[in-house]
């Protein structure tokens, strides 16, 4: 048995390579990051590839080795050069992510160090540190000092927490779920409908209050449609207002309605997952106002802080709420009760495994200083008026509401045809393109194009580079 150990031994050592090994890899993976970094000047935002990537079949898990070369190069040709190109100054579709260069540092760091910072009593240090950054959004959004929050995956795990919570604390049972209500609008995140099924909520009444004319939650008819349910003897118990939505970046009147919520005794949730961060910027207050008020905060740190995919924030005000939605000792953690210095993140979410997803958000606000953030934030916000009044300018476009934030909704109008079936061409071509990434929506039977300010590379050059694509292809097509 001894020689078995000692030849098993052996090879399972080769999973804990020495500094050379680490040394040649560190060098090949630095070499690749920073020509990736160093080419996206010249880098298309979206690459249109028939074969999508099925290269990568050809290396599957074997039992062999190999180099990290050639696995380097399959990952430049069959992921990096192939779809959205998500680090891109020409990516502005959909609500895209960033990819702060010190987060993956705080990422490696992190992995290297492997600390669970799912409990307190195993990872003291790592746990003060989300802790800390988790009680500064809480100050940006003016939430108290004793509220609470958790670091998720993203939005949509961040909005089933607020859900799960808010089902707790009015104590609905499988009994009441028909009578229940929410309350959302047409433009609510998707992730919340996915969110509301998830937690067993599938069964609930569900409210979709009409917009007002910039496409926002109605504040008169959200009331309406509470006291008529109230008098037909249902529940109502949870209201969704968005702090800019996906499609068009509306905020939805968010003091008015924590005062509804407040008067019929609703929890108010604020899907604040693209726009939240935009607190950071002078003069947006106003905007804000009565978001202090709300039961619970989703918060995107991957969106409007400019960080990778896979940084979630969800606040809850009421911290007994959510101890009460989720908390549970497992007879294998009882080391652990007596660590309560700081809250537990495996106690307040569904995770317990989890990776130590502070670093990559506190090491570049930490090296880079909130200046830079703020200055990105407005920056983005100027660009996105700056593309919405030029195109609103030239001749034969229309243009959506206009901007709250850094989403601006266009189409053209051709002279003769359907204009819906135009803008789907003309969406088609600028994505064939390539230089720059947009997306579609579609509002009350309109196509609409979309531009999605966010990426923090984007600069005046690229607005520029945009307009003149979009009259390119608009000419192209027109001689068709």
Partial sequence: MIDKIKELEKTSQLLDPGQDQRDQWNSEVLDYANTFINTLDTSKAFYHSEENGKSLYKLDITEEATDLTSLLESTKANIDLVGINPASNGHMGYIPGGGLYPSALGDYIAAISNRYAGAFFTAPGAVRLENMLIRWMCRLMGYPENAIGNLTSGGSIANLIAIVTAREAYGIKARDIENSVIYLSEQAHHSIQKAIRIAGLSEVQLRYIPLDKGLRLSVTELEKAILSDKEKGLKPFFINASFGTTNTGAIDPIDPIAAIAEKYNLWFHVDAAYGGFFKLVAGMDPKFRGIEKADSITLDPHKTLFLPFGTGCILIKNKEKLFKAFH?????????????????????????????????????????????????????????????????????????????????????????????????????????????????????????????????????????????????????????
């Fill in 328 to 480: 549970y000792l497992a007879d294998y953690m009882q080391d652990t009760v007596d660590a309560i210095e700081e809250v537990s993140p495996a106690d307040i979410s569904p995770e317990l495994t989890k990776h130590f997803r502070g670093m990559r958000l506190w090491l570049p606000l930490k090296l880079f200083g909130l200046k830079p953030f703020r200055a990105a934030l407005q920056e983005k916000l100027l660009l996105t008026r700056y593309f919405y009044d030029k195109i609103k300018q030239t001749e034969g476009f229309e243009v959506g509401p206009e901007p709250e934030l850094s989403v601006a909704m266009f189409r053209y109008i051709p002279s003769g045809g359907d204009a819906n079936e135009f803008n789907k061409k003309l969406i088609r071509a600028i994505q064939t393109d390539g230089r720059i990434f947009l997306s579609s929506t579609t509002v009350d039977g309109i196509f609409w194009i979309r531009v999605a300010v966010v990426i923090f590379r984007i600069h005046l050059e690229q607005m520029d580079l945009l307009l003149r694509i979009i009259q390119e292809k608009v000419d192209e097509l027109s001689d068709k």
